[in-house]
């Protein structure tokens, strides 16, 4: 078993080593609307971990903000130990959230709680959008941090001091975050690694059926969120220039210039791998990001038009709404209930 972790930028001064008696004390944190696939991706390596070795090598504690049960964004009630507390110390925090983050980043007490465990030295990891928790405590300024391709641009317009990446997971310093789902189980098996023993973490990958942990910096989705990786090679290279260019649209003539086609082989081409027109799919991008911007930020309606590219606020509202069933001044929460943007995909051929 390792004495101590071999790569310092990762190294925990809670590295636990052969002898010791007292147990890794670690809060999962739980915001309403959690996924309740995160709560188990975090807390089933724990217990294998001192399930295999026969011994509590980790404790937890399920915390909320006030001690209160949790709804997970599946209906499922989940009843916390405890609330938080200006006293408690752990070795490491984990934060789950979800769907309507936004509102907790101004949780005074929530950001305080955090910044006073990294005070205190703990090592703090971020599940899906707990991440942005993290962030706007202050706590991942000048690190990287693994966000999930649906919330990039909006994480990376709150928090530009974040280096927000489209990756599986982070492990630096004293700081883990992950893009949530089955990336959390990554996490955790690295940070179990690197913390306790790689040999440990290998045979808990092997009970929970995983295979080989995946490396962090692995990405997400080709393409990400254009999933232009799915396409051939001119249409691929079609829409990676229509996700450059959403702010400043560029005209059909321009796109097949640069690609090599005329305008009307594009055409066909993108009917036949997308089942859309270049002009719908780059509008269809284009929406995306304003949804993805009104949800996840406090750019205002007209600052979210001119960044998704249309220059008319009136126009914008009124496509908006044709898509999406309501104005864009009533689309300001990633909850549950709100509208949905999804993504276009290939055809199967």
């Known amino acids: 078993m390792s004495d101590q972790v071999s790569d310092s930028k990762t190294q925990s001064r809670f590295t636990w080593r052969r002898g010791d008696v007292a147990p890794l004390r670690v809060a999962v944190l739980l915001l ?16 294998i971990a001192n399930w295999l070795t026969q011994r509590q090598l980790f404790e937890w504690s399920l915390l909320s903000l006030d001690g209160s049960p949790v709804q997970a964004s599946n209906g499922l009630t989940t009843v916390a130990d405890d609330g938080l507390k200006t006293d408690q110390g752990f070795d490491a925090c984990l934060v789950i959230a979800s769907f309507d983050v936004h509102k907790h980043s101004r949780n005074v007490a929530l950001k305080s709680w955090l910044r006073k465990q990294a005070l205190f030295g703990a090592v703090l990891m971020g599940v899906e959008t707990g991440t942005e928790l993290l962030a706007a405590a202050g706590v991942l300024d000048g690190y990287e941090a693994a966000v999930h391709w649906d919330n990039l641009q909006g994480f990376q317009e709150s928090y530009p001091r974040v ?19 089955t990336t959390t189980l990554d996490m955790l098996l690295g940070w179990i690694g690197q913390s306790v023993d790689s040999e440990l973490a290998r045979e808990i990958g092997m ?19 254009g999933h232009s990786g799915l396409y051939g090679s001119k249409i691929r290279r079609a829409v990676q220039l229509m996700e450059k260019a959403l702010e400043e649209p560029l005209d059909c003539e321009a796109i097949a210039d640069e690609v090599g086609l005329s305008r009307r082989q594009l055409e066909r081409q993108f009917k036949h791998q ?14 995306a990001r304003a949804h993805n911007l009104l949800q996840q930020t406090q ?8 960044s998704s590219g249309f220059g008319s606020l009136e126009h914008f509202s009124r496509t908006y709404r044709a898509r999406f069933g309501c104005p864009p001044s009533e689309d300001r929460s990633q909850v549950w209930t709100a509208p949905v943007m999804r993504q276009p995909l290939a055809r199967k051929r």
Do not use: I, W
């Open 299 to 306: 750019l205002s309606v007209a600052q979210v038009a001119a």
């Open 163 to 181: 280096h927000a990446r489209p990756q599986l997971y982070t492990l630096e310093r004293q700081r883990l975050t992950c893009a949530g789902a």
């Open 274 to 287: 997308t089942g859309l027109s270049p002009l719908k799919y780059y509008l269809t991008l284009r929406l």
């Open 32 to 47: 309403p609307s959690f996924s309740n696939f995160g709560l188990a991706a975090v807390l089933e390596p724990l217990a």
């Open 207 to 225: 009970h929970l059926l995983m295979g080989k942990v995946r490396a962090p910096a692995d990405n997400q989705l080709d393409g990400g969120p």
